[in-house]
């Protein structure tokens, strides 16, 4: 067996596995594939977020009475180096943030939480008890205060407050400089002449829309969950559809945890105090509307007194180092899927070579070096094997032709040259396979680090994260795979011989919609597969083309 069975093997198994995909649409069932394109579309009206109803203990909810009007909110716009952040006074929601490092294709800050007709995604908490309580359907007072963070400060906070059947609700909000997380305090005054015991709910809504997704490859976007007992979990929004999402209802005193939503590139979480026992909850609230959430009780509050819950609101880029420093797991929503375990030292690595050379694309070619260097011995083991290969083809071809018609006494006498001539068939083959899950895994590193958004290259790559715009990477992929093929040892069959001589062609239109990062990976790999190739054949001292004469 040599690379270009193994390739062909590939190659059908990606068929059957989009054979079987066109079956699961055909059915009325969830591709496996390009799950972006089957999202649910955004309706053309935002959802009535006044209207939602509160978490609560029991199954009963809390909606508007029916024929009040809906109250209306002003938005107060708050500004940090880091954020731009719109809080709605109906309910004290963040309703709008923009990242201002993070810049979009057309080169605006990316914003994160919207509510409008395109997509809603925020951040919302309140109270819940026996009585309605101030929630997220409650107008709060804005307290006096600066709304933009003051050449010298170092933090902004920003305070509302609502009464509703004798409690008080202060929600205070405070932006860092510099970060992208929110310390939040909630501070509950007892003006009752009756002992409370609050729940203090905080969640994420948003719809299932996925934001800037590519329709060659998926990455997740939905709930994601974490607590030390059950560690990371992702929560897909056909199982919240179905009533069958699977997630840790309870995070027990002194234990870790967290629940957040999770897109490509970015993610928001709530962080509470690990103290105290904790409840967690997913549910679907509307059409195409989901929350998740984490709820925690005050305890009681005799009349008269207060109590208070601080917690943190992370809503930023997956940017690895910035999680790792933020809580216990967060790291995790940079999904790199069955292949962490790989692919975490390969970023690490990457990270190293980056602030070394000061350039992400020069830090690919460099990983990418390494790589070939650490599995040289098994490449070259793999290339002697296949250059033996390709040395014995005119002897199979004679042998396919001596005993034509006659499968079993071919196979014989292919096996019977093979210990001849002591060659492995599958030497050039099992090399090759050890190598590809640190291939995967870096394909994963290079799609889901936030990092190669908007870093250039040279030249005409201004951002490793997009497609190459002048196709000139693509195209040098499929010249570097040609020089490959022909390289390697020609198959005995005619159709499979053209069948190798396309693939460059139809892997080249494929990358054409890749990030210009991962195919810069593949253009270095192949050239420096090809460097190795020649290398080891003058290395062996055989030429290309010297043919072993048939034993008598």
């Known amino acids: 067996m040599n690379i270009k069975r193994t390739i062909l093997w590939v190659v059908l198994a990606v068929s059957l596995l989009m054979l079987h995909d066109n079956w699961q649409r055909s059915n009325g069932l969830p591709p496996l594939f390009f799950q972006g394109s089957a999202t649910q579309t955004v309706p053309n009206t935002a959802p009535n977020l006044s209207t939602l109803p509160a978490p609560v203990a029991s199954a009963q909810n809390h909606a508007a009475p029916a024929g009040t009007a809906a109250l209306q909110g002003d938005r107060i716009t708050i500004v940090t180096d880091t954020v731009r952040a719109q809080i709605d006074t109906l309910g004290g929601s963040l309703v709008r943030l923009e990242l201002l490092h993070q810049l979009d294709?057309?080169?605006?800050?990316?914003?994160?939480?919207?509510?409008?007709?395109?997509q809603t995604y925020l951040a919302r908490s309140g109270l819940v008890d026996t009585a309605e309580l101030p929630n997220h359907n409650t107008l709060f007072q804005v307290q006096p205060g600066t709304r933009e963070l003051i050449p010298g400060s170092d933090s902004l906070e920003f305070h509302l407050e609502a009464e509703k059947n004798n409690l008080k609700l202060i929600k205070t909000y405070v932006f860092k400089r510099g970060s992208y997380l929110i310390d939040t305090?909630?501070?509950?005054?007892?003006?009752?002449?009756?002992?409370?015991?609050?729940?203090?709910?905080?969640?994420?809504?948003?719809?299932?829309?996925?934001?800037?997704?590519?329709?060659?490859?998926?990455?997740?976007?939905?709930?994601?969950?974490?607590?030390?007992?059950?560690?990371?979990?992702?929560?897909?929004?056909?199982?919240?559809?179905?009533?069958?999402?699977?997630?840790?209802?309870?995070?027990?005193?002194?234990?870790?945890?967290?629940?957040?939503m999770a897109q490509h590139y970015f993610a928001?979480?709530?962080?509470?105090?690990?103290?105290?026992?904790?409840?967690?909850?997913?549910?679907?609230?509307?059409?195409?509307?989901?929350?998740?959430?984490?709820?925690?009780?005050?305890?009681?509050?005799?009349?008269?007194?207060?109590?208070?819950?601080?917690?943190?609101?992370?809503?930023?880029?997956?940017?690895?180092?910035?999680?790792?420093?933020?809580?216990?797991?967060l790291e995790l929503v940079k999904d790199y899927g069955w292949l962490t375990v790989i692919a975490k030292p390969l970023f690490w690595l990457l990270a190293k070579l980056q602030a070394i050379l000061g350039?992400?694309?020069?830090?690919?070619?460099?990983?990418?070096?390494?790589?070939?260097?650490?599995?040289?011995?098994?490449?070259?083991?793999?290339?002697?094997?296949?250059?033996?290969?390709?040395?014995?083809?005119?002897?199979?071809?004679?042998?396919?032709?001596?005993?034509?018609?006659?499968?079993?006494?071919?196979?014989?006498?292919?096996?019977?040259?093979?210990?001849?001539?002591?060659?492995?068939?599958?030497?050039?083959?099992?090399?090759?396979?050890?190598?590809?899950?640190?291939?995967?895994?870096?394909?994963?590193?290079?799609?889901?680090?936030?990092?190669?958004?908007?870093?250039?290259?040279?030249?005409?790559?201004?951002?490793?994260?997009?497609?190459?715009?002048?196709?000139?990477?693509?195209?040098?992929?499929?010249?570097?795979?040609?020089?490959?093929?022909?390289?390697?040892?020609?198959?005995?069959?005619?159709?499979?011989?053209?069948?190798?001589?396309?693939?460059?062609?139809?892997?080249?239109?494929?990358?054409?919609?890749?990030?210009?990062?991962?195919?810069?990976?593949?253009?270095?790999?192949?050239?420096?597969s090809i460097a190795q190739q020649w290398q080891i054949s003058r290395m062996s001292g055989q030429p290309k083309n010297k043919i072993i004469p048939q034993k008598k």
């Not at 208070?308 to 910035?322: K, W, Y």
């Not at 090759?432 to 680090?449: E, G, H, N, R």
């Not at 030249?459 to 000139?472: A, F, Q, R």
């Open 268 to 329: 928001s979480a709530w962080l509470t105090d690990p103290q105290q026992k904790r409840n967690i909850y997913v549910e679907k609230i509307a059409d195409n509307l989901y929350r998740a959430g984490i709820k925690q009780t005050f305890g009681e509050i005799a009349p008269g007194n207060s109590k208070t819950l601080d917690a943190r609101l992370f809503v930023g880029p997956q940017e690895e180092h910035l999680l790792e420093a933020t809580a216990p797991g």
């Open 105 to 118: 294709k057309q080169g605006q800050p990316v914003v994160l939480f919207q509510r409008n007709s395109a």
């Open 185 to 260: 305090r909630f501070q509950v005054l007892n003006q009752g002449k009756q002992t409370v015991t609050p729940t203090l709910y905080l969640e994420l809504v948003r719809d299932s829309s996925k934001i800037d997704e590519s329709s060659f490859y998926s990455t997740f976007t939905g709930p994601v969950t974490y607590t030390d007992k059950e560690k990371f979990g992702k929560i897909e929004f056909k199982d919240i559809d179905k009533g069958k999402a699977h997630y840790p209802h309870e995070i027990a005193p002194g234990e870790p945890g967290w629940v957040g």
């Open 359 to 528: 350039n992400w694309g020069w830090a690919i070619v460099a990983l990418t070096v390494l790589i070939k260097l650490v599995f040289f011995p098994l490449s070259a083991a793999s290339y002697r094997s296949m250059a033996r290969m390709k040395e014995m083809q005119p002897r199979i071809v004679a042998l396919r032709e001596r005993h034509k018609g006659d499968s079993q006494k071919t196979n014989q006498a292919m096996m019977e040259l093979y210990r001849a001539e002591k060659i492995n068939p599958v030497g050039g083959c099992f090399p090759v396979l050890i190598q590809i899950p640190v291939f995967i895994a870096l394909y994963w590193v290079l799609l889901a680090s936030v990092e190669m958004r908007n870093a250039p290259w040279i030249g005409w790559i201004h951002d490793l994260s997009s497609p190459d715009p002048y196709y000139v990477l693509p195209v040098l992929m499929a010249v570097s795979m040609f020089i490959q093929t022909k390289l390697n040892p020609t198959p005995p069959d005619p159709i499979q011989a053209k069948i190798m001589l396309f693939m460059p062609l139809v892997f080249s239109v494929m990358f054409f919609f890749f990030p210009a990062g991962l195919v810069l990976y593949w253009v270095v790999n192949n050239i420096l």
